[in-house]
């Protein structure tokens, strides 16, 4: 665990603490080092270790040790751990202990994912509960951890990060999308609960993001089975027929933007919504 005292200037998140699961690289890395540029210290949780059921390789300790480097880079305090976003009792102390020594929790990122693969003939037992238990479960304990914090703070915001994947179907990825309708349903829920405290709490559901998750060998075979070996350039055009706007993905940073949003002053009143941020695609799905 580090924590080192922060030199960093102002901005509108001086004097916060922000927790975001699965910080050791892509999206979550993104966010956190946004939010200490603007003012946050930082809290990560990442799992850093593969699983069996997932083809792709995740995090590492070095990873998040990189984000950990980043954060401090931008003069604020940040405390890591190794940690399993499905382990209620590891998540709730991780979420104590920052509030131990950094004063308070004023943002949540559940953020962490797995992305798995297998049409309901492939699926079995370890990878659909993997699945959920990360992608769904694991947003339930970010939340649960930081909510009594929040409550008796009488401030907060929660973010929740769904996909457009939680607003519509893809028979390749039944786990991934059931978990994140789930993380929708929760979200919501959770809005309703927080509501009288000061605390808001909303979704975000990205399109492609251009991150680990996307850029795999797994993923490129799944868009191009035509190809033995599929290359990046091979792969965008079909990536892009998932969104309105003609591009294959997005960057992180632009999730970031509708977290940074989420977390200001000036979205107090937005709670219990999702934001699309997915070039288009939910033109096709959401009224
Ligand atoms: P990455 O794979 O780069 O990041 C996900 C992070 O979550 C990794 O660091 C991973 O590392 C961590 N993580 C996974 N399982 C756990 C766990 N049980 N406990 C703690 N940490 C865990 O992908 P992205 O940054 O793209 O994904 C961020 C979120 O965005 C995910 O929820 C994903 O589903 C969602 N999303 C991504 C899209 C995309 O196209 N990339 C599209 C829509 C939504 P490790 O397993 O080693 O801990």
């Known amino acids: 665990m580090t924590d080192v005292v922060g030199t960093g200037s ?42 069996d059921t997932v083809s792709y390789p995740l995090a590492t300790a070095d990873d998040l040790a990189e984000t950990v480097r980043l954060v401090e880079a931008e003069g604020r305090r940040c405390m ?8 209620l009792d590891a998540m709730i102390g991780f979420v104590d202990g920052v509030v131990a020594a950094l004063g308070s929790v004023d943002i949540m990122i559940a953020n962490a994912g ?14 659909w509960s993997e699945t959920v238990d990360t992608n769904l479960t694991g947003v339930f304990n970010a939340l649960r951890a930081a909510a009594p914090h929040m409550r008796r703070q009488r401030r907060g915001r929660m973010i929740t990060i769904s996909s457009m994947m939680g607003r519509s179907a893809n028979p390749l990825i039944p786990a991934y999308c059931a978990a994140k309708w789930g993380v929708i349903g929760l979200t919501k829920s959770v809005a309703h609960d927080m509501a009288h405290s000061g605390v808001t709490v909303n979704a975000v559901a990205p ?30 055009a079909v990536m892009a027929t998932l969104h309105v706007q003609p591009v294959p993905w997005l ?8 977290v940074v949003f989420l977390c200001s002053e000036g979205a107090r009143h937005i709670t219990g919504s999702v934001i699309d941020v997915d070039a288009g695609a939910s033109a096709r799905f959401t009224a």
């Open 207 to 236: 399109g492609n993001i251009s991150t680990d998750m996307i850029h795999n060998d797994m993923l490129y075979r799944l868009m191009r089975p035509d190809l033995e070996h599929p290359t990046r350039d091979e792969v965008a």
């Open 114 to 127: 797995i992305s798995t693969l297998g049409s309901i003939f492939e699926l079995d037992a370890a990878g």
């Open 80 to 87: 890591s751990a190794v940690a399993d976003v499905r382990d």
């Open 251 to 258: 960057e992180a940073e632009e999730i970031t933007a509708a």
């Open 10 to 51: 102002t901005g509108q998140f001086t004097g916060r603490v922000a927790v975001i699961t699965g910080g050791a690289r892509g999206q979550g890395r993104s966010h956190a080092v946004e939010l200490a540029r603007q003012g946050a210290d930082i809290a990560l949780v990442d799992r850093c270790a593969d699983l």
